[in-house]
């Protein structure tokens, strides 16, 4: 399999990489045997000798080099070839780690390093024979055994020089004593168990067990699981600390914030700015690594357990505020949202329609399969799952492309790791700064106090109760000076927040944290989600794993500027679903215009179609669609069910009890088997499209309408888009897309009337970038502040390498193909084809006339357009066709459903 994958070339950077380990480990073997083949005889820097007959392996060089380091360092001198190949190894497998370098860590690594060499060489030179004529400590270690032996004595200074070690190792390495002894003392345990059943087994006492680990190790199984598996025991201590800790923080919280008020207001300009400068330098510093699983706990624990938690919430509501968020659950976003019960209603409307010509009697009900279904699945399952086809494939799932063994989901050991990172920002730092932003305010004549700070791992959030009468609108038209007179690159007024009566001033952390995906993949959100559907987004504000399931939004639109972290997110949003799925259960159809972000995943088993990059394939991808939609619905309604998930359980539920559905829809002259092939179930199909105002642009209107019409249906039978854009124009987010795209994700925009065209009001404008995000879900008008998790190109590589070594896509070649049938043509098509005319090219306007007035009319669009009234019937028409108003009622009236258009929009189309 491996031998069809496309040669992979390194780039320029990565070839030094790897020259780079060549080197280090050539200069490794050569200090070795210049250290191994040293002869004393030799001439070299401390010695004399004969150049023509020098004995070192290492010629006259290694002859001086090993003579300097064995006089240097000793017995230690060993080491150092060891050390070169280590630091070799970390450049080129963690570079991209060491670029981020956290110099703490750095910092305290070296400090131990230094202790651990020093302590060493002190007790060689103290206690072993000499190498040659070398001190066995070096030089390092007879000058500081010399200094410190008369003082201590040789027993004191011993022991000081074990002390050192010690310290110096868990300094350099981070591992913990206790947990050497822990280890030694599981281990021999094990071994004497161990050699106690053979000796057994041996002497015909009992036969031999398999040897096994003990049980509280035997969680990590799975691939997914074994990431966290040295901190297995851990989490469960963390997640106890932040309620005593909240309560040692809290007693003492009065009397500190007292303390602080006073001696803060008395700073001048500079010390605040350095003030300023040093906390938001010091809010993200991480000091140590560790496995995820601690991290994901930590993180939730730390930020909000004991500094979200504890800070200075005064009043009573904020404290009862403080509860919900105190909840470790991830979010979950898109619990029965109101646009979302609406777009059901229509999908129910619609699959009722199909249903009245249904021929299959329904006799099993839905709710019983799926209940049974539930019972079966548990949250473990989503780890591993079998993906032999049970039966007959059907149109997507050609039995070729089905996988003949179960397949593993990737392990998440294929992502990078993220640092620890600690928030090392002291309470009294916290409400310091607090006390100076209610004085920067107070310059602006705006008396607000800060009720809350939340710092997070990008931003750090104040919660601001505002004097009596102040309006909101204020604070937000300053947001450009308090940025500047806070020396923040840019602060955001968050004008409501959910339950609170307070505002929110976002204002960015000095040294952002960058959210690695594994270390969200690694949270309990995503490993339990049970939709297939589930994706990882990023962190919120305080730090929580953002988790949302597309089954639910259930289209989305993502805009953002160039460079804002757009590719980024969607490929962090593709990885999830190839983490959670299987080509079973989720296919994707990929449109690339820019021929660039998504090539990479060709050739992974999920991909319905290559990546599409010719615009006109494109095309007709979205009319394959259409028309796989309207065959979905059919075969629903035919069996009598309301979505994919009920169809899927039904489909399943009948093979169990050895009926298998036969394909109600087909024909004898369909091929040439005699009697309707069996049902398969059918996975959810998401469509990604990169650059689609690109697609806007070449292929035109025709897209839109496509979009449109997929967007309407496609819910329950199980077709999901994710659009993204860099161009959030009002010629590209059309009234008719956002109308049936109700989840939006913003990233950094360049003006307020870019954030207003995506989200629908302002704020995305005073984002980060770098995928700093605003996530509206669905029926919500609160967008959700997401920092967004970063997966880089070599991670991406990995994950799709994996993918493509397990099985193989089945492409369908009828997708790029695009037929023209009566399910797939648009209205304006079937007009076109009818009358020979495209859409009416005042059809925009009046479907913003409409949508504003919420009144449906032929006469008054006539008279407001000034055109005839058959051309007005036949707008009315079309808007009706996409689903812009509703088809008339019995006294003729129509509904308008699409919603009411924004001023710019407006602006831009009359
Ligand atoms: N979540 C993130 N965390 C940290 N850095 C990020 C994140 N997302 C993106 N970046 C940084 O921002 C850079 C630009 O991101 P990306 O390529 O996704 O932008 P884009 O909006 O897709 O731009 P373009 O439209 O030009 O392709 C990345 O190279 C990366 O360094």
Redesign the pocket.
Known sequence: MLSDQQPSFLNGFQRLLEVGLILAGAISIYILITLFSFDPADPSWSKTGNYEYIKNAGGAFGAWLSDILLFTFGWLAFFIPVLVSLIGWLFFRKFHDLIEVDYLALGLRLIGFMFFTLGLSAIFSMNFDDVYFYSSGGIIGDVIAYLLTPLFGFTGATLLFLVSVMMGFTLMTGISWLQIVDGIGRYTILGSTWAFEKSKGALGLEPAGPYSEPQDQSNNTSDTAKLGADSTSEPKQSTEKPDVAKTSFEKSNVEKDQATQTSVTDLDKKQQQSLLAQFFAKTEEPTEKATPKTRTNDSSVDVQGTQAETLTQTSKEGQANRVSLDDDMPFEFGTEPVTAARTEELDDALIDEHMSYSSIDDELSEDDILGALEGLQTPGQNQERDTTPTAKSNVLVPESAAPKEPITLPSLELLDRPDKVENPVSQEELDAVSRLVEEKLLDFNIQAEVVGVYPGPVITRFELDLAPGIKVSKISGLSKDLARSLSAMSVRVVEVIPGKSYIGLEIPNKHRQ??RLSEVMDSPGFENAESPLTMVL?KDIGGKAVVVDLAKMPHLLVA??????????VNTMILSLLYKSTPEEVRLIMIDPKML?LSVYEGIPHLLSEVVTDMKEAANALRWCVGEMERRYKLMSSLGVRNLKGYNAKIEAARKDGNPIRDPLWRSTDNMLEMPPELDKLPAIVVVIDEFADMMMIVGKKVEELIARIAQKARAAGIHLVLAT?RPSVDVITGLIKANIPTRMA?QVSSKIDSRTILDQQGAENLL???DMLYLPPGSGVPTRV????VDDHEVHAVVNDWKSKAKPNYIKEILEGEMTEENMLPGEAAEMAEGEEIDPVFDEAVAFVTETRKVSISSIQRKLRIGYNRSARIVEQMEAMGIVSTPAANGARDVLAPPPNKEEQQDLI
């Open positions: 960058i959210v990023g953002g500027t160039t460079g804002s972290g757009k590719s980024v997110g972000e860099q990233f970038g770098m995928g920092h967004g998790a970063f």
